[in-house]
């Protein structure tokens, strides 16, 4: 019974990492301007995560080796820098968009400003990481984060037109009254929230604080193949409810409070409160995360002792890291900008940075070294490949996109 427990709770915990402040705000946005049109997208999307986070997973159970210590080793100290730098500066990023909404949850629950918030929210994260077993601290991300489902019964309770919505889905060129540019920027956002690289380092970094072996694969195989995918779900479900309020009004999604405001209208105030848990428990469990993520990566390639378990007088320099981090996160948003612009520009540079890692994943997983004789199937392999392309293609494209459309504008 305990064994399935730990499965069960597993897979909520995959919830709450897949839907964070950037694809809340990146799906409602989308919702309002494309209504189901890009659900394709998000498709793609949690097939690549399955795909990035099995491999990573399998890695770590059969090897005990984390993603960063084994891009090192793989590729040499200096050109595996360059992975570091882009993945660190893309975690740091979203964590300050993580930070930020926190931030702005906590202002609709309270009506104070965001920015009062800002210290409040990066202490709380601290002292979580200081404070708390790292299977709590999943656990209850994920189990809060559940609440979430509000966004997909909102969806049905608002009354969809079903042939509109099956038109939508199956439309596969650019939407009616936009620029393709634009069509394909909010493509490589959506893709990029999906598939955003902090998941994987935090996934393997934390199968490796579990202890996982060799009997944990059909655990890493049901947290990626259901968890993952209920994400998805989730994230059709806020684009569902924000296409169905806001497209009508010809409304722009660009706050926070317009991402749950469809839920209050399907439900009332409980559902209100429910998805304001929801989101403050996503954005707090991806801060989590991200934090984590950041002393993770560096330690990992600098060769330093990581992990919760360690105390912080023996690893220093991860925890220091990570304090180092949320101080510069909590500067960032000091400043007064917009958490919500941190955000999308976080999604774009996930896409950017996201061959630097999959890559070298990708090539150890077929690696009897490291995996033995547990390497990719030619069918998995064939579709890890297939994504790979994708991946570059993405990664190529984005920062043009986003130049020539004014960040989607």
């Not at 498709?43 to 984390?66: D, Q, W």
């Not at 918030?117 to 299977?135: E, Q």
């Not at 749950?260 to 989590?288: C, D, K, N, S, Y």
Request: glycine share 10%.
């Amino acid at each position: 019974m305990k064994k399935y427990l730990a499965v069960a709770l597993g897979i909520l915990t995959a919830i709450g990492g897949f839907v964070d402040i950037g694809d809340l705000v990146t799906n409602a946005v989308v919702g309002a301007r494309f209504g189901l049109s890009l659900a394709w997208v998000v498709v793609v999307g949690v097939i690549g995560i399955v795909l990035y986070a099995y491999m990573a997973g399998k890695v770590v159970a059969l090897s005990g080796r984390a993603t960063f210590e084994i891009i090192r080793e793989r590729l040499g100290a200096r050109a595996a820098l360059m992975n570091l730098g882009a993945s660190f500066l893309m975690t740091l990023l979203t964590l300050t968009a993580e930070i930020g909404g926190i931030a702005l949850t906590l202002q609709l629950l309270t009506g104070i400003v965001p920015l009062a918030w800002i210290v409040v929210a990066t202490l709380a994260v601290w002292l979580v990481i200081w404070l708390v077993k790292f299977t709590w601290m999943e656990n209850a991300a994920g189990l809060l984060g559940l609440t979430l489902i509000v966004f997909v019964v909102s969806f049905f309770v608002l009354g969809p037109d079903w042939g509109d919505t099956v038109d939508q889905i199956t439309q596969q060129y650019p939407h009616p009254g936009e620029h393709p540019l634009t069509y394909w920027f909010y493509v490589v956002a959506l893709f990029g929230a999906a598939m955003t690289p902090y998941e994987v380092f935090f996934f393997s970094s934390g199968a490796v604080e579990e202890r996982w072996g060799r009997q944990d694969l059909m655990l890493a195989r049901l947290n990626v193949g259901i968890g993952f995918p209920l994400g998805g779900l989730l994230s059709l479900g806020i684009a569902g409810s924000a296409f169905l309020v806001w497209s009508p009004e010809k409304v722009d999604v660009s706050s926070l409070s317009q991402v749950v405001l469809p839920v209050g209208e399907a439900l009332g105030t409980i559902g209100l409160a429910l998805v304001l848990i929801g989101v403050l428990a996503a954005t707090m469990g991806a801060a989590l995360e991200t934090a984590l993520s950041c002393g993770y990566t560096l330690a990992q390639y600098a060769g330093w002792p990581w992990g919760k378990w360690h105390r912080p007088a023996k690893a220093p320099q991860f925890h220091v890291t990570i304090i180092v981090c949320l101080l510069i996160a909590c500067g960032v948003l000091a400043t007064g900008v917009d958490p919500i612009m941190v955000t999308e520009f976080s999604v774009v540079f996930s896409a950017v940075a996201l061959p630097l890692t999959y890559a070298p994943i990708l090539v150890v997983a077929n690696d009897p070294e490291y995996v033995g004789e547990e390497t990719n199937g030619p069918v998995l392999n064939a579709l890890a490949l297939v994504y790979l392309v994708i991946i570059v293609v993405a990664a190529v494209a984005a920062i043009p996109l986003m130049v020539l459309t004014g960040l989607g504008s």
